[in-house]
């Protein structure tokens, strides 16, 4: 199945085998590490597969692996990891493998600091393994998001919008909307309550690097060259309590 197919079946995994994933499997999820693109080149970025993060994870059976992203500071690198993590577990949902984003919890200083990106700092990490439930869904239906007129302000909604309604966010809190101009996706982040950090130091970021992912997968399958642009009409049309992005064409 390809990514775009997958985003319609994809589900968080929290319930795994406890046995590790075979080497030919491992060496497989490596190389598919490598070919990851990154959504901005001006970050650095490693992502490291371990067995063991130093804690006592939430999950009921310890997964047996993780991946752990550490990144240099940039103003993009949370969206960039939310891109390149979500195309990773988009991938190894292709292979038969279940896998979560965990923020609640992070591996120990010397676990962060045995693969730490030089003068870089940790973003968040996957937990990885063979699932222990369904892997896939079967229907749309069964994805909790939020009503399509909420989520595309204007526009027709096509099935490629839907693909990005149903990209994953932290605590499912989807903070974000789209309009979609045919030959133009434009792309909205909700307005902090909080504003005493900046927006990019969010999980919120993280979050709309993932629906990033998703819209330039789905405008690709659309016709679209799946390219970033800043746009005058996508800024001039952020709705109330929104922040532009960016726009896709
Ligand atoms: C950035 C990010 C962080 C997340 N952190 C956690 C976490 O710490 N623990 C957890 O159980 N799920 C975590 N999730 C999974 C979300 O709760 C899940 O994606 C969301 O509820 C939607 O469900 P679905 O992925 O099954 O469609 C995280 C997801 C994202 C995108």
Redesign the pocket.
Known sequence: MTHYELMFK???V?HFRPEPLDEATLAEVRKAIKRLRPLFRNVRTRITLVDDIGIEP?FDVMPPHFIIFTSTKKETHNMNA?YMLEQLSLELAGMGIGS??????RPTKEIIDGVCVPNGEYI?MLAIGRPNMTLLRDSTVK??RMPKEQFLRKGEYTEAIEACRLA?????SQPWCMINEGEKLHIYSKKLADKSHPIHQT?DS??IG?LLYHVVVSAREAGLDGIQEFTLEGSKQAPEGFYYITSII
């Open positions: 994809r589900r968080s929290r939430m939310g979560c984003f965990v923020e609640a919890q968040i994805f909790d994953p966010s932290g605590h499912n999980l993280i979050d993932i």
